[in-house]
């Protein structure tokens, strides 16, 4: 399977951590696949309160011990590019150390205002809502202790650090302008515009990479729940093209109360393998089978946010992808998406046997 989903987890209900005390600290992890110098870091604040100053938010570079921060510094920038606002990225720039392949770093921030921390402080994201395990190489995010992008935080300053871990929304940028990160910084639930129910549809649109081989789909994986009861079954559809031209349906799902109110994981399979060449653009979304029902009785989904700047949008599967909600007509939007992953035909994944293929996650 492929494609911009969490492997073991995704709930609504991203958390956030105030810096409103001198020995409260929020600190992200990172595990570099190959060496590289970094430049910068970014971080999600989500509001500020009071008059925090730039010089206030300061950003530790630091190694780690017992899967934690070892709260020794290898570099500090001690004052961000700007003082944090509200539903921003904060950055800080001026890093240079050379960072090891395969050695967990950890990134710790701190409020210093020292004239009242507890009145003159920003309030970060502290995770995104994705649950998300896999080897170093392949994920972003993690449950574990040792996951790549996890977070912990402290509210007692040096040893503090506890054992919870959550994915944390942060980028990193290298010296050579590459750009590593989890990008998404919020999940939440769909929208009143966006349920599914009537002939309202909901998915992602993304560009099937030029210079990829030709997929063989069998079928869509997406996350679902349902308000009161639907009368028709959820289905998935593929459309391709900008103008969307339906490709295929899905079979439904067996029976209506196969989807509950919380939101879970559901697979549905085309009748025949369907295949997607490269440049192709793709629209995934779900579906109520019989066009029918009103606004008590739909399916929803979740929708992820991130960052729209060229090189950390990148980040996510196909380098890119926009939510697509039709409602007689379409409406694309660039900096959201619904998670889905397309499940790949088992005997041949791609029209080519040997070629590789690398998709990053969200």
Request: a negative charge; one cysteine or more; aromatic letters at 10%.
């Amino acid at each position: 399977m492929i494609g911009p989903m969490a492997l073991s987890g995704l709930s609504s209900g991203s958390a956030t951590l105030a810096l409103n005390a001198a020995n409260t600290w929020l600190a992200g992890s990172y595990i570099p696949p190959t060496d590289r110098t970094l430049a910068k870091v970014k971080l999600y604040c989500t509001a500020v309160t009071g008059s925090p100053i730039a010089a206030d938010c300061v950003c530790i570079l630091e190694g780690h011990s017992a899967l934690v921060p070892d709260d020794v510094s290898i570099q500090t920038i001690s004052v961000a590019d700007a003082a944090p606002a509200a539903a921003t990225w904060q950055q800080w720039s001026g890093f240079t150390t050379a960072l090891t392949a395969g050695r967990q770093y950890w990134f710790v921030f701190k409020n210093v205002n020292v004239t009242d921390p507890t009145a003159n402080y920003p309030t970060y994201r502290s995770s995104n809502g994705c649950g998300i395990s896999g080897s170093v190489q392949d994920i972003i995010g993690g449950t574990s202790t040792i996951g790549v992008f996890t977070k912990k935080h402290t509210t007692t300053g040096a040893g503090g650090w506890g054992t919870t871990s959550a994915p944390i929304p942060m980028i990193l940028e290298f010296s050579d302008g590459s750009f590593d990160g989890n990008c998404v910084h919020n999940i939440a639930v769909l929208g009143s515009g966006d349920r599914v129910y009537g002939t309202t549809e909901v998915g992602t649109q993304f560009t099937y990479p030029a210079n990829f081989p030709t997929l063989k789909v069998r079928g869509v994986v997406m996350y679902s729940s349902k308000s009161g009861t639907p009368t028709g079954k959820l289905q998935y559809k593929i459309y391709t093209g900008a103008s969307p031209s339906l490709l295929a349906t899905t079979a439904t799902i067996n029976t209506v109360a196969d989807i509950t109110g919380t939101v879970g994981g559901h697979a549905l399979y085309f009748s025949s393998v369907q295949s997607i060449s490269a440049g192709t653009v793709v629209t995934v979304v779900m579906d109520n089978a019989l066009d029918s029902d009103t606004s008590g009785n739909y399916y929803t989904t979740n929708e992820l946010t991130y960052d729209t700047t060229a090189g950390p949008a990148a980040l996510n599967a196909f380098g890119g992808l926009s939510k697509a909600v039709y409602t007689g007509t379409w409406a694309v939007t660039a900096g959201t998406y619904v998670p889905f992953k397309l499940i790949l035909d088992t005997d041949a994944e791609f029209a080519a046997s040997s070629s590789v293929i690398r998709v990053g996650i969200i």
